[in-house]
């Protein structure tokens, strides 16, 4: 998602630096904080200006410019949430969804809940993608608000992935309803599964849903809770699971061998 163009870099200072007037550390993930604190004083041997922003400091973001701070092709069309998931940010963040004012062209969709979004909104994102191709929806779609008009939209697509949630035992069934509805193959469904929220889950109740998830049509992508504050250094095994079950290939395999094929 980082940014490709001759202006954007990643650590330290390289040896040969473009003229900039002003320099931008943009920090996404909380845990980042000290080394970008390191990287200020690094860039500030080199620019008379270098700011520390981006969503780790708690950034409400605003309208969105293409190309900044992420790569072409992805785009957010609106921001926030209107749920209040005890795990996440974005609500405390951003607040409750808004529609930006301008709906850039782009085949990611980073929205945080895309399909909050009023009716006018969503004819307008779906006809600014009906130009695109291999669209991916990464952000993700809430799989309760999936209706048959929206699915026929999202059909009319040229879709590559569609994210979906299902971050407790509860999200399961509205997520093979979505799924049921949407009519996509496997291969292009995937849906994000929140692990180790409940810091008592056994690697044996996370097993159990990420079978759930696939048997409900979609290829699981596992992530392991990492609080705001503090970084959890999981354990091998943990690590292990995770990673088997975020890799198509690999869940492929533990899949034929479950006799989890819908």
């Given at each position: ?8 870099f ?7 630096r473009?003229?900039?007037d002003e320099?931008h ?8 904080i ?16 270098v700011?520390?922003g ?19 092709g ?5 921001r926030?949430c209107?749920?209040q998931?005890?795990?996440c940010e974005?609500w405390?963040?951003e ?8 709906v850039?062209?782009?085949n ?15 004819d ?13 929806f ?5 799989s309760?608000l ?12 040229s879709?590559g ?17 979505a799924?049921?509805i949407l009519?996509?193959?496997?291969q292009k469904?995937?849906?994000?599964v929140l692990v ?7 690697i ?14 979609a ?6 809770f990492?609080?705001k504050?503090?970084w ?5 095994e ?7 079950w ?6 492929k395999?533990?899949?034929?061998g ?5």
């Amino acid at each position: 998602m980082l940014p490709s163009d001759s202006y954007a870099f990643i650590g330290d200072p390289p040896m040969i630096r473009p003229d900039a007037d002003e320099v931008h550390i943009s920090v996404t993930f909380s845990w980042d904080i000290k080394e970008a604190e390191r990287l200020l004083q690094a860039w500030l041997q080199y620019y008379p200006v270098v700011k520390l922003g981006g969503v780790a400091f708690g950034d409400p973001c605003g309208e969105f410019t293409p190309g900044l701070y992420v790569k072409p092709g992805v785009v957010f069309t609106s921001r926030g949430c209107d749920n209040q998931c005890p795990w996440c940010e974005v609500w405390k963040r951003e607040g409750r969804i808004r529609e930006l004012t301008i709906v850039h062209e782009g085949n990611i969709i980073q929205d945080n809940n895309l399909l909050q979004c009023s009716q006018a909104h969503l004819d307008r994102v779906f006809a600014m993608l009906g130009w695109q191709h291999n669209i991916q929806f990464s952000g993700g779609l809430d799989s309760r608000l999936m209706t048959t008009d929206l699915a026929d939209d999202l059909r009319s697509l040229s879709i590559g992935q569609v994210f979906f949630a299902a971050d407790t035992k509860g999200a399961i069934e509205p997520l093979r309803r979505a799924i049921k509805i949407l009519g996509l193959e496997r291969q292009k469904v995937r849906c994000y599964v929140l692990v180790k929220f409940n810091p008592d889950e056994a690697i044996s109740e996370a097993t159990e849903r990420m079978e759930e998830v696939w048997r409900a049509g979609a290829m699981p992508f596992a992530q392991l809770f990492q609080p705001k504050d503090k970084w959890i250094d999981y354990s091998g095994e943990w690590q292990r699971f995770a990673r088997a079950w975020s890799r198509p290939p690999i869940m492929k395999a533990i899949a034929g061998g479950l006799s989890l094929r819908r």
